[in-house]
């Protein structure tokens, strides 16, 4: 069964910062991974998108990286700002053939101005 | 990012009653699933629908859930008699025909059974 875990469950950084988060799951075999951001009491934004052959993807300020064999992934925040406060989870897609995704926990960001 | 709107946005319900969740997706998405999240707990599937049937679910949806198509627009999830514990976001995600890109969500309904 696949299990996603994501550390660290919280983090406060000053602004400006550059920031790793971290996301580890148990199945290698995943099809693909995503980054959300979800802000208190909202939905969830999708920021980006690794397909399972990609090594990495980018926007603007964000960087993911994926490692299937090890599975792990990280979301690098560069020159981080107060607007970027948030809860970022990630979720795989487990081989199965509906496409579900499955959660982290998530980790909450706090960017101190 | 394709627009997905759910209805209500918020709900309030006396625990035993039945509520109905709705979604309205655009027309191209084949793809449907509901998530829910407990507050301060992670996401988790609920179910996915494809063809006018239900193609996976996990063990939350149980009997007391139910998920339909009516009139191939809107997409609903039926509760059918609330318990406490179904208090949460409740979230529909669509997606296209091309299976396992990427998935965008509604913007949820919250859920609170008294």
């Known amino acids: 069964k696949q299990e996603v875990t994501q550390i660290p469950a919280a983090l406060s950084v000053p602004e400006g910062e550059n920031l790793v988060l971290n996301c580890s799951f148990t199945d290698s075999a995943i099809y693909n991974l995503q980054w959300f951001r979800q802000d208190p009491g909202k939905g969830l934004t999708s920021l980006l998108l690794?397909?399972?052959?990609?090594r990495e993807q980018t926007s603007g300020r964000l960087n993911a990286s994926l490692d299937k064999s090890s599975g792990r992934s990280t979301l690098y925040i560069a020159a981080s700002q107060p607007g970027d406060s948030a809860t970022y989870l990630c979720?795989?897609?487990?081989?199965?053939?509906?496409?579900?995704?499955?959660f982290g926990q998530g980790t909450t960001l706090q960017v101190k101005p | 990012e394709p627009e997905v709107t759910q209805t209500p946005s918020h709900q309030v319900t006396q625990m035993g009653q039945e509520v109905i969740l709705r979604c309205v997706p655009i027309?191209?998405?084949?793809?449907f699933y509901w998530y829910r999240q407990i507050l301060g707990q992670k996401v988790e599937f609920l179910v996915s629908?494809?063809?006018?049937?239900?193609?996976?679910k996990s063990e939350i949806f149980d009997d007391q859930f139910s998920v339909e198509r009516p009139d191939g627009s809107n997409f609903t999830l039926k509760i059918r008699s609330t318990k406490l514990e179904d208090s949460a976001m409740y979230f529909c995600?669509?997606?296209?025909?091309?299976?396992?890109?990427?998935?965008?969500f509604g913007p949820g309904t919250r859920l609170t059974v008294l």
């Open positions: 979720a795989v897609i487990s081989p199965s053939n509906t496409g579900k995704l499955i």
């Open positions: 629908f494809y063809n006018n049937e239900i193609s996976e």
């Open positions: 690794i397909q399972s052959s990609q």
């Open positions: 027309s191209n998405h084949l793809y």
């Open positions: 995600a669509p997606r296209g025909s091309d299976g396992y890109n990427e998935q965008f």
